[in-house]
Nanobody, 127 residues
Framework: EVQLVESGGGFVQAGGSLRLACAAS?????????IGWFRQAPGQERVGVSC????????YYTDSVKARFTISSDSAKNTVYLQMTDLKPEDTAVYYC???????????????????WGQGTQVTVSS
């Protein structure tokens, strides 16, 4: 059974940093997966933030987080990280990790068709 467990959310002031982690079980990073971070702010649709592909480490970032967020993976720990710096109030949202088998990152972000989703972790950035 595939499970994704997010951690690392919290409350931070604008300009601060957080690192989110997505621990995956039920598959290994030797398999063909796009693992992405999505976020949903109150009253807004869920959007794709960043993605990394397990086989070639290809990455994707939505424009609003480029140069501020960095996605990485640790295959030994089966964990994907999202390092978030220079956080802004508009980054406030519930952040979800998702894994989609045999998919490109750009498509995974656009279609949001992942088979597996975590429970989400809250990130709150105060001004």
């Amino acid at each position: 059974e595939v499970q994704l467990v997010e951690s690392g959310g919290g409350f931070v002031q604008a300009g601060g940093s957080l690192r989110l982690a997505c621990a995956a079980s039920g598959f290994t990073f030797n398999a063909d997966y796009a693992i992405g971070w999505f976020r949903q702010a109150p009253g807004q649709e869920r959007v794709g933030v960043s993605c990394i592909h397990t086989l070639d480490n290809d990455t994707y970032y939505t424009d609003s987080v480029k140069a501020r967020f960095t996605i990485s993976s640790d295959s030994a720990k089966n964990t994907v990280y999202l390092q978030m710096t220079d956080l802004k109030p508009e980054d406030t949202a519930v952040y979800y990790c998702a894994a989609e088998w045999f998919q490109y990152c750009w498509r995974a972000m656009a279609d949001q068709g992942a088979e597996y989703w975590g429970q989400g972790t809250q990130v709150t950035v105060s001004s």
